[in-house]
């Protein structure tokens, strides 16, 4: 019967701390995007980033080599 004043107090502290730890995932928006994850193992990171390459302006000195390439003469 004695072990049951131990028992009680730990169970309520587990509990609390559960609680606790839900509440703060919750506010954190650990939970917020639960799909993503799931789905990232069927797509190749290859492709976002040259995709994100794509997507980002040449640098000016890549716009100078250009256009500096196609101002100079062509031999024939």
Do not use: R
Not at 33 to 52: H, M, V, Y
Not at 63 to 68: A, E, L, P, V
């Amino acid at each position: 019967m004695s072990i049951i004043y131990v028992l009680i107090p730990i169970a309520v502290l587990l509990t609390a701390i559960g609680l606790y730890l839900f509440f703060w995932a919750v506010k954190t928006e650990q939970f917020d995007d639960l799909e993503k994850q799931g789905l990232s193992i069927l797509f190749d990171e290859n492709d976002e980033q040259t995709a994100n390459k794509e997507k980002q302006p040449e640098s000016t000195s890549e716009k100078n080599k250009n256009t500096t390439a196609s101002n100079q003469p062509k031999d024939h």
